[in-house]
């Protein structure tokens, strides 16, 4: 079992829905989640980290986190086609505090116009 | 804002060659990584240093070494390299925290082994 899974896409929506990714993970110890960004040939960029269960909103975007059933999440609203990239789940594992994060393969968003 | 520059963009190299990728980071991390991307394989952590001089294996560090003489450089070296290394690579950062880690990429290195 993959220790982070996510599904790859691609997640089709129209201009201005609701995109919903989601994101499991195996270590029931972690404790700070994170979203990445990654626009075809660019590096990954942050957007959102999250580390207490429930939700956490930053503009357009919502993270959702559940420890209980090891989810997270990350809502776009009112999806532009400038939102179209891959969507990178991390994880850091509960053992030590090495600095490492696990990432998810990624799932491919397209918002069509 | 945090910066990590990978000096090298594109790179074309031979067979059996000596790579070298450079890394530099203007935050003060401790912590330094390289991975590499491959499409269907998602990122993949190669080395990481969490200090001067101090490195740990990742997932797959065969064929590759890595060098952290100073605090905000961080090298890797392919020391012959081979055609199953091209790939994207990609530098990053981080400074150690209970919740945080953070990590911050570069932009990252394109390199084709012919």
């Known amino acids: 079992q993959k220790e982070v899974e996510q599904n790859s896409g691609p997640l089709s929506v129209p201009e201005g829905a609701i995109a919903s990714l989601n994101c499991t993970y195996s270590?029931?110890?972690?404790?700070?989640f994170f979203w990445y960004r990654q626009y075809s040939g660019k590096s990954p960029e942050l957007i959102m980290s999250?580390?207490?269960?429930g939700d956490k909103e930053d503009g357009r975007f919502t993270a959702q986190l559940n420890k209980a059933s090891q989810y997270v999440s990350l809502l776009i609203r009112d999806s532009q086609p400038s939102d179209s990239a891959t969507y990178l789940c991390?994880?850091?594992?509960?053992?030590?505090?090495?600095?490492?994060?696990?990432f998810g393969q990624g799932t491919t968003l397209q918002v069509k116009p | 804002d945090v910066k990590v520059t990978q000096s090298s963009r594109y790179l074309v190299k031979r067979t059996g060659e000596k790579v070298f990728l450079e890394c530099v980071q203007d935050?003060?991390?401790?912590?330094m990584f390289w991975y590499r991307q491959d499409p269907g394989l998602g990122l993949r952590l190669i080395y990481f240093?969490?200090?001067?001089?101090?490195?740990e294996k990742g997932d797959i560090p065969e064929g590759y070494s890595v060098s952290r003489e100073k605090k905000e450089r961080f090298s890797l070296i392919l020391e012959s390299a081979s055609t199953n290394q091209t790939s994207m690579y990609l530098c990053?950062?981080?400074?150690?925290?209970?919740?945080?880690?953070?990590?911050?990429f570069g932009e990252g290195s394109w390199l084709t082994v012919v």
């Open positions: 990053a950062s981080s400074s150690p925290s209970r919740l945080g880690n953070t990590i911050y």
């Open positions: 270590d029931r110890g972690s404790q700070s």
């Open positions: 999250i580390y207490s269960n």
């Open positions: 991390a994880v850091k594992p509960g053992a030590g505090n090495t600095g490492k994060l696990i």
């Open positions: 935050m003060d991390h401790e912590n």
């Open positions: 240093s969490y200090d001067v001089k101090m490195k």
